[in-house]
């Protein structure tokens, strides 16, 4: 399979609150867990069936135990075992500040590896 990221991924660990935003704006638990991250997306798993394209706003607790408060585009979906869902989505709109602390983590970790 061919390399499609832009940047380098990081693992993180992390929980997502989503609300889909086109369909009424109810927020929903939706229990995750983050494979990767990198300054513009985010990889995740879960049971839940999350739409191709939709955009969901959420709340990414990163390693410094900091909420980003984030809109993701769900751009890619696999199925695995066990009813498992992987996801691929983008960052919307993410202000420059909070991509910056995604990238600084990066830096600092391979810095140290």
Do not use: P
Request: charged share 30%; aromatic share 8%.
């Amino acid at each position: 399979m061919q390399e499609r990221r832009k940047n380098q991924r990081i693992e993180l660990e992390g929980k997502l609150l989503v609300r889909r935003m086109d369909q009424g704006g109810r927020a929903e638990r939706v229990g995750i867990t983050i494979n990767d991250c990198s300054k513009t997306g985010v990889g995740f798993s879960c049971m839940e069936k999350l739409d191709m394209g939709a955009v969901y706003e959420a709340f990414l607790t990163i390693w410094t135990k900091e909420v980003l408060h984030v809109f993701l585009e769900i751009v890619r979906v696999e199925n695995k075992q066990n009813s498992m869902l992987e996801y691929g989505a983008i960052f919307i709109g993410m202000s420059e500040m909070d991509a910056s602390r995604i990238e600084t983590y990066s830096t600092i970790k391979n810095m140290n590896a």
